[in-house]
């Protein structure tokens, strides 16, 4: 039996599942056969450390892992509790084992708020196992639990709920007759939902305590009904709406626009679009990813620097989130769109790819095989082949491309940039090749 819900109780909470059938979400951890799926309902559970961001589950996991299992619950938080409440516990848990052999399973919430000497409490009761010890963190385990804890305990990782589990999520609380806003017959506006869902960004609370702010301000019913619209939800959100469809058109337009403006070398133009697409509500990882592959397009090695300051950023944002991630982002597309510009590579990718379509499976000239067998040797396989280290300069001629292209070029340097210096270097090198073919063919000149 689950205790009756009070009326004055949030949305979120009133909503929060009560068994694994109705929990929404984490499909790699729930889904037939995966781990959690497979304890529920067994005598004896691991230890866990749920890494996720907030409003993902994690708490909701754990209380239906205690149910499910048998085990007796406690919360407690790392926030507001300390190593005399962590003994009281221990106390109280083999009490329990004692009297009626029913193990405890004991929920650290914000795990990562406990110093080494506070995880430090748990280990001998956890390694003994009196105490199941689930905790629940935002923060990277490695850094921010101890090792000898963390050896002891399964990280699984919990992932930001998806536009779909969200969608699930907002319009079951605004369905259910008993824990949510059934009663009151709301309907909410295809686009206040999607609204309502971008702003969420993955956090299910956060996406139901919207709802509830935005239920509570809405206007009178009509017929009957109350209706959420996009200006409610903006005005619950303390955030209005740019217009912006992350599947459509506005979305091209916009990265359309981010992308020409970096191109055209302008970082005004550039920070604008960033700023318009990040404050849409656009992912900021598909952004990075664009600009990882701008700066292979349109820069290539005319600054080489480039593609790793991209991914660099894409990284930090990854590390810190939004909103501190998303300075690395704004640095990044300022640098690319300041950068020397050149399509080289791109070009050479689409030359080359056109070759080999055209001419299809070339055979590898014989002097730029492997030879490693006797009977390659004796088939030709290297001979011939001149080892560049070897010879001034090192620099070699010899043909590196299958009979019927040779000679081909596929890369063009432009003069911009550090490409200006590649191609400085590729004409030296003919040069000298040039030469040296010259003396070769008419060694007398040379006496």
Known sequence: MHEPIEKNTPLAERMRPRELESFIGQEHLLGKDKLLRRLVGQSRMPSILFWGPPGVGKTTLSHILAQTTGYYFVFFSAVLSGIKEVRAIVAEAEKILAHSRQKTLLFVDEIHRFNKSQQDAFLPHVESGLLTLIGATTENPSFQIIAPLLSR?????????????????????????????????????????????????????????????????????????????????????????LRYDADGEEHYNLISALHKSMRDSDPDGAVYWLGRMLMAGEEPLYIARRMIRFASED??????????????????????????????????????????????????????????????????????????????KSLGYGEGYKYAHDHKDGVVLQNHLPHGIEGCKFYQPTNRGHEALVADRLTKWQKILKERASRDKNPERNK
């Open 153 to 241: 305990c399964r990280v699984l990782v919990l992932n930001p709920l998806s536009r779909e589990n969200l969608k699930e999520i907002i319009n079951r609380a605004i369905s259910d007759q008993i824990k949510g806003l059934g009663k009151d017959d709301v309907t909410i506006e295809p686009e206040a939902l999607e609204y309502l869902v971008r702003m969420a960004d993955g956090d299910g609370r956060r996406a139901l305590n919207s709802l509830e702010v935005a239920f509570s301000i809405a206007g009178p019913k009509t017929n009957d009904n109350l209706l959420i619209d996009l200006s409610t939800v903006e005005e619950a959100v303390q955030h209005r709406s």
């Open 299 to 376: 820069i290539g090695n005319a600054d080489p620097q480039a593609l790793t300051l991209t991914i660099s950023a894409r990284e930090s944002f990854h590390i810190l989130g939004s909103p501190e991630g998303e300075l690395a982002l704004f640095q990044a597309v300022i640098y690319l769109a300041t950068a020397p510009k050149s399509n080289a590579t791109y070009t050479a990718m689409k030359s080359v790819n056109k070759e080999i379509r055209k001419s299809g499976s070339l055979e590898v000239p014989k002097h730029i095989r492997n030879a490693p067998t006797g009977l390659m």
